[in-house]
C-alpha cells in the first residue's frame, strides 16, 4: 500500500550535481513529513532534510545547508532532493521516508519514520 521507490543514485566528481527522487504511492505526500536520509558505511543514519509541504516548511541538516534542495512534483506525488558541490563526505546510501508531521524537532529524526524507501546509493570520488 504504501510504498517509497527511490531513483536517481549515482557516481558522480566531487563538485559535482544529482537530483534523487522519490515516488510516493498509497498516501499523498501533502500530508506527511518526507524526509531524506543518508547512511555512509560504518555510520549511523543521518537526518538530510525534511519538508512538511502542508505548512511549507523545509528543514536542512547543517552539513548539507547550503548544497541540498528539497522540493516536491504535486502532479507526480514525488519528493526530490538536488544536491549539488558535492563532497566525498556525501557518500552514502540515501533513504527517504515518511512521518508524521510534527514539526522541526523531531522531522529530521529517523525513529519518527514509519515508512522508508529502499535506498539509493550516491558515490562522490575522482
Known amino acids: 500500500q504504501v510504498q517509497l521507490v527511490e531513483s536517481g543514485g549515482d557516481s558522480v566528481q566531487p563538485g559535482g550535481s544529482l537530483t534523487l527522487s522519490c515516488a510516493a504511492s498509497?498516501?499523498?505526500?501533502?500530508?506527511?513529513?518526507i524526509g531524506w536520509f543518508r547512511q555512509a558505511p560504518g555510520k549511523a543514519h543521518e537526518g538530510v532534510s525534511c519538508m512538511i509541504s502542508r505548512t511549507g516548511s523545509i528543514y536542512y541538516a547543517d552539513s548539507v545547508k547550503g548544497r541540498l534542495t528539497m522540493f516536491r512534483d504535486k502532479a507526480k506525488n514525488t519528493a526530490c532532493l538536488h544536491m549539488n558541490s558535492l563532497r566525498p563526505e556525501d557518500t552514502a546510501v540515501y533513504y527517504c521516508?515518511?512521518?508524521?508531521?510534527?514539526?522541526?524537532?523531531?522531522?529530521?529524526?529517523?525513529?519518527?519514520?514509519?515508512?522508508w524507501g529502499q535506498g539509493s546509493q550516491v558515490t562522490v570520488a575522482k
Open positions: 498509497g498516501f499523498i505526500l501533502d500530508d506527511f513529513a
Open positions: 521516508s515518511r512521518g508524521p508531521i510534527r514539526g522541526q524537532s523531531v522531522c529530521l529524526m529517523a525513529t519518527h519514520s514509519d515508512s
